[in-house]
Structure formats: structure tokens, C-alpha cells
């Protein structure tokens, strides 16, 4: 059996100049909350929700997060001046209603376990400093996705942040066009592959 590729596009958003809502405060509420914030923690989020779990409000209390609450039921009304919606409950019913006013506002949503409701996915992240890899399985295996992170973060040295560096400033040094830009880069970073080839 041939498997299927994966069609998505990875996409980096800028979370601090977009307006999020997440709707649902309880278990499935606080681990969207925790790994959004824990790679955008300037994120702008609003949560609603009639009760707030005592590990999201701990979560909160730790730093000063762009992170507003609302404790109420979820009206239609809340989409609005939203870019970014993330249904977050363990209603089913009630995940169902925030996708439904969230694409009727044509706003994009993400569904908490329903893949086929999704317009994007909340992928497994490793950041090292200005390096972040996402991770998509397509919605079929995030205990995979999860897994990979592991990996990657075991494996990708804590200083990638100082390669990089270096390579800003060997890029800024560089004159001449695109495609000798590319070429130089091309040539410093082959290393990598020769040091991991011989390993």
C-alpha cells in the first residue's frame, strides 16, 4: 500500500500580531495553551471558557503572558476579532459549534482531536534558540509527532543558536547576487554534511 503524502504547508506565524481564541480552559484547553505559549510566549490569546482549571491558572500565574480570560459559555460572538480560532473542549457538540461560527466569520480553526474539522495543526515544535522545526504527521499520529520532537531535541545541539549567529554575520559580510549568496553559504555549511557522513 502506497502511502499518501503530506499536502500541508508549514507555515510560521507571528502569534504576537494576530488575535487567538481558545475556547475551553479545562485539560484539553490548558495543553494547547501550554505548547503555544511555550513556543510564543508574546502570543496574544483569549480564552473562554466557564471554568478554569487549576493547572491553566498556574500555568498563567508563572509569567506575565498576553493571555486574557474570560469565564463565561461560549457565544458566536466571541470569534470576532479573531484571526485564529482553537476549539479546545471535550464536547464534542461544543467543538462543533466553534467550528461552525468560526468558518461562518471565515475565520481559520483548529479542532482539538478531529482532524477532518481542522484548518491547521498544532505541530510538535523543537526550537534552539532562532531554529524551530515543526512536526506533522497530518493529523494521523501526534504520539509520533511527539516521539520525533524527543529525538530532535536529544539530538540537535543546545548551541545551534551560535551556528547561526555566525551565519548571519558571514551572510551580511557577503556581496554580490542572490545566487552567490547562496553559493558561498552553500559552501561554509557542506561541512555539516561531511562531519555527519563520516560519523
Known amino acids: 500500500m502506497e502511502t499518501k503524502k503530506n499536502p500541508l504547508y508549514p507555515v510560521f506565524l507571528k502569534l504576537h500580531n494576530l488575535r487567538m481564541l481558545i475556547v ?3 485539560e484539553v ?3 494547547k495553551l501550554f505548547f503555544i505559549l ?3 510566549p508574546d502570543a496574544n490569546i483569549t480564552v473562554v471558557a466557564p471554568w478554569v482549571s487549576p493547572e491553566l491558572e498556574a500555568l498563567l500565574s508563572k509569567e506575565n503572558y498576553n493571555v486574557e480570560i474570560i469565564k463565561k459559555e461560549f457565544a ?6 479573531h484571526d485564529l480560532i482553537v476549539a479546545a473542549t471535550n464536547i464534542r457538540e461544543l467543538n462543533h459549534e466553534v467550528q461552525r ?3 461562518a466569520a471565515g475565520k481559520l480553526i483548529n479542532v482539538a482531536d478531529t ?7 498544532l505541530g510538535s515544535i523543537v526550537t534552539r534558540g532562532p531554529l524551530k ?3 506533522s504527521t497530518n493529523g494521523q499520529s501526534p504520539t509520533f509527532a511527539k516521539r520525533f520532537r524527543q529525538v530532535l531535541e536529544f539530538t540537535l545541539p543546545e548551541d545551534v543558536g551560535d551556528l547561526l549567529d555566525n551565519l548571519k ?6 556581496t554580490g547576487d542572490f545566487n552567490a549568496k547562496v553559493k558561498a553559504l552553500n559552501e561554509v555549511t557542506a561541512s555539516l554534511l561531511v562531519k555527519k557522513e563520516q560519523n
Open 24 to 26: 475551553g480552559a479545562g
Open 29 to 31: 484547553g490548558y495543553e
Open 38 to 40: 511555550k513556543s510564543s
Open 76 to 81: 458566536v460572538s466571541d470569534i470576532s476579532g
Open 101 to 103: 461560527a468560526a468558518k
Open 115 to 121: 482532524p477532518e474539522l481542522c484548518d491547521f495543526y
Open 133 to 135: 522545526v515543526a512536526i
Open 169 to 174: 554575520e558571514i551572510r551580511d559580510q557577503l
